[in-house]
C-alpha cells in the first residue's frame, strides 16, 4: 500500500473523517458487509474514495476477488402494455421519470440491510455509452451489477427492480431487490395483489421490505445529466398522481 498509494494513504491518516471511519471498521467483522459498508457510507470522505480507488480498484493491494451471484434466478417481466419487452423498452422503463422528474425513480422500500435500508434514496438512471451497461463507482470502488426488470405498472405508478452485483476487488458480492414509485409512495391497495406476486417470482416476502425514511428529503442533487439520452418507445407525461403516461 506504501509502494503504491503512499499519498493517499497519508492524506487519509491526516483526515479526522478517516480515522473516525477507520474505527469503525476496526469493531467490524471482515466477512460482515453489512456492518462493513455502513461504516463507509457513514463517514464519506474525498480522502477515503480515492485511497480506495487506489488500493482496491487500480492496484488490488488486498488480492480480493469476487463474482456477481448466479443465484436467486428472478425471471423478467416480458411485456409491458402488450408489447414484448424489449432492449429499448426496457432501457425505457429503467429511466423512468427522469426528464419529467429530476430522478428516474424513488425508493419506496428495499430489501438488503447493507444497500437498500437508508433514507430518502433517488435513483437515477440513463442511458451511457455502453450500451445495456451499468457500471457503478461506490467510494473508489468499481461495483460491476446486473439488474431485471421485475414488474412494472402499466401507468409507472411503480416498479419493482432486482439486482446481482459485485464489488470485485473489495471481495464481495451482494443481491436485493428495491420497489420505486415516482414520488416515494407505497402502491396503492388495488395494486397489492400485483405487487406481492411480484415480490412472490424475487422469493421475497412484502414483510421483508424496509420503508425508506423520507421526512428530510429536500433539495436532491440531482438533475438531467448533459448530453444523456433519456426514452426511445415511450413518452412520459407528469399530472397531480404522478400516473399518466
Known sequence: ??????????????????????????QCSPVDQVCNYRCIASYKSQYLEEFSLCVLQ?????????????KPYVPPMTEF?????????AEDLFVGWLGTLNWSWRVVAGQNPAYDQFPCQY?????????????VLDNGVVSIESWTIVDV?????WGLFHYHGAARVA??????AVLVSPDGQYPAERKKERLVSALDRCGIKEW???NVDKCSCEGPPLGLPE??????????QEDRTHSSV
Open 58 to 70: 487500480k492496484n488490488n493491494c488486498l488480492e480480493l476477488d469476487a463474482n456477481i451471484p448466479e
Open 81 to 89: 402494455r402488450g408489447e414484448i419487452l424489449s432492449s429499448e423498452l
Open 123 to 135: 435513483q437515477l438512471y440513463y442511458r451511457g455509452k455502453a450500451r445495456g451497461s451499468f457500471c
Open 171 to 176: 471481495g464481495q458480492s451482494y443481491t436485493g
Open 153 to 157: 405498472s402499466d401507468d409507472l405508478s
Open 227 to 236: 448530453r444523456s439520452s433519456l426514452h426511445s418507445k415511450i413518452e412520459v
Open 208 to 210: 421483508e421490505l424496509f
Open 1 to 26: 500500500m506504501v509502494t503504491n498509494c503512499g499519498p493517499q494513504l497519508l492524506n487519509c491518516l491526516l483526515d479526522p473523517n478517516y480515522r473516525k471511519a477507520l474505527q469503525c471498521l476496526n
